[in-house]
């Protein structure tokens, strides 16, 4: 089946400082990549969607500014947490989707941000 | 817009019972349905989706659902459990925007604990 690997699984950094994750589908070509945010028990919320070569759309109350995706190909998309607080922690997960309703959505193992 | 209720937060079952994991939806048009399990830390995994046709959906590891639009339901059923099901179980609700690959509306789990 289709592969979505994302890294890093795990990251532990200082208050301000940026992180980068990356969401790479391995053998296939996503039209779409989405990123999702999951608080400790309870269901994952949509952040943004984000289509090859065009800005990402973001769901209302979050911050574009603070979280900064880039889709630049069909293989990879970035999501990169400025300037972070310990509020910021949280497990986040993309997934990558190809274009048509019987195209299901493959998903990365998550990455869990910590912040100190 | 769209929502998924998964009334059940948390279930117990014995290794060898069966198993029935509720959803109920809400959506304007014909839902896409789907189900996902999620082993701790990791991403999610597609049992099965629904998009139209047969009401009774087969998918991976034994896992079917029946669609009853009468009722708004997608419950995930299992005849007999393994202790590898224990995971944690989403319901979703695929909305297509008109651009791109569909997004997801995720109900908020249902955890499942299997008794060996």
């Known amino acids: 089946g289709a592969v979505v690997s994302q890294h890093p699984s795990r990251v532990i950094c200082k208050s301000g400082t940026s992180v980068k994750i990356e969401c790479r589908s391995l053998?296939?070509?996503?039209?779409?990549m989405f990123w999702y945010r999951q608080f400790p028990k309870q269901s994952l919320m949509l952040m943004a969607t984000?289509?090859?070569?065009?800005?990402?759309?973001?769901e209302q109350g979050v911050e574009k500014d603070k979280f900064l995706i880039n889709h630049a190909s069909l293989t990879l998309s970035t999501l990169t947490v400025t300037s972070a607080h310990p509020e910021d922690s949280s497990f986040y997960i993309c997934?990558?989707?190809?274009?048509?309703?019987?195209?299901?959505?493959?998903f990365g193992d998550g990455t869990r941000l910590s912040i100190l | 817009a769209q929502s998924v209720t998964q009334p059940d937060i948390h279930i117990t079952v014995s290794e060898g019972a069966s198993l029935e994991l509720r959803c109920n939806y809400s959506?304007?048009?014909?839902?896409?349905l789907f189900w996902y399990v999620q082993s701790p830390g990791q991403g999610l995994q597609l049992l099965l989706k629904?998009?139209?046709?047969?009401?009774l959906v087969q998918g991976i590891k034994g896992f079917e659902a029946e669609f009853k639009r009468s009722q708004s339901s997608f419950n995930l059923r299992k005849p007999s459990v393994h202790w590898s099901d224990a995971a944690e179980y989403f319901c979703?609700?695929?909305?297509?925007?008109?651009?791109?690959?569909?997004?997801?509306?995720f109900g908020k789990g249902t955890k499942l604990s299997v008794i060996p």
């Open positions: 997934s990558a989707g190809k274009q048509g309703w019987d195209q299901p959505q493959h």
């Open positions: 053998d296939f070509q996503a039209t779409t």
């Open positions: 984000s289509n090859e070569g065009s800005k990402a759309t973001y």
């Open positions: 959506y304007g048009a014909t839902p896409y």
């Open positions: 629904y998009f139209s046709g047969d009401t």
């Open positions: 979703a609700v695929g909305d297509y925007p008109g651009a791109g690959s569909y997004q997801l509306t």
